[in-house]
């Protein structure tokens, strides 16, 4: 007579109670280095596209200095044109080729399958033949002249191609945000900067003219006018006008809260 009791299935194990605590710990310390990691290159978008708004205009952006919270919330708004211009051009792109994009992915999907089928078919076949090549073979000179020119030849290389990589990063970190910069300063030139400020300002020959402000640091102010940019010293300028009547006018259509 069986007992009934040593068939019963085992109840499942469960995880340790460690290890979800580990996981957590993990997933803390894998954000912060993220974020670490990340700064550095937020800034230097920032700066980038700073200095490419500005360049657009021929001013010396050691002028208009910002700081590392303004640099940082430059570079996301750089990230955000970056990330609408791209969506919006892929799309216009996809749009337009519809036809050949579905070719390319078949092709590609056609491609790739018939490599690994052919790789996973034949691939224990070469190894053997591999295997059996390679057996005792006898030691040959040029072979080992060969493999000491390698020696020689790889440091200098990877040394090579370590500083190539470190430009690559760089520009392509760089390049980019300034050309962003310069389109977001070109669409504000046409627009003439009309939803900026409006201030009063005496030239260069002390004739009085309204310009709008572009920008502004510690020191100095960047302003618009027909046509013509000009730099002035914050102490030049009294007052800053801004026209709110629209906004006025959209807030009274609004009901009033209780």
Not at 182 to 206: H, I, K, N, T, W
Request: aromatic residues 10%; charged residues 15%.
């Amino acid at each position: 007579m069986t007992d009934d009791s040593t068939h019963a299935t085992l109840p499942p194990q469960s995880q340790p109670p460690l290890a979800r605590p580990r996981r957590a710990l993990g997933v803390a310390v894998l954000i912060p280095l993220l974020l670490a990691v990340a700064t550095p290159f937020l800034y230097l978008h920032g700066k980038a596209y700073h200095e490419g708004y500005l360049g657009y205009f021929d001013l010396e952006p050691s002028m208009f200095p910002l700081d590392t919270a303004a640099t940082l919330m430059t570079a996301v708004m750089a990230w955000a044109q970056a990330a609408t211009a791209g969506l919006t051009g892929l799309t216009a792109l996809l749009a337009a080729n519809i036809g050949l994009v579905l070719a390319l992915f078949v092709l590609a999907v056609l491609l790739f399958g018939t490599f690994n089928y052919l790789i996973r078919r034949y691939r224990p076949a070469l190894e053997r033949s591999r295997r059996a090549q390679a057996g005792d073979a006898p030691t040959s000179w040029w072979r080992e002249l060969v493999r000491s020119a390698l020696y020689l030849f790889l440091p200098g290389y990877a040394l090579f191609a370590l500083l190539l990589m470190v430009a690559l990063i760089i520009l392509l970190n760089v390049v980019p945000f300034v050309k962003i910069g310069a389109d977001q300063a070109a669409r504000d030139l046409q627009g003439e900067f009309s939803r900026a400020p409006a201030v009063q300002v005496a030239d260069m020959v002390g004739a009085v003219s309204e310009y709008r402000l572009i920008q502004c640091s510690t020191l100095f102010c960047a302003l618009y006018a027909r046509g013509t940019v000009m730099a002035v010293p914050v102490s030049a300028i009294n007052a800053a006008v801004t026209d709110v009547g629209d906004k006025l006018a959209t807030g009274q259509e609004r009901p009033r809260r209780e």
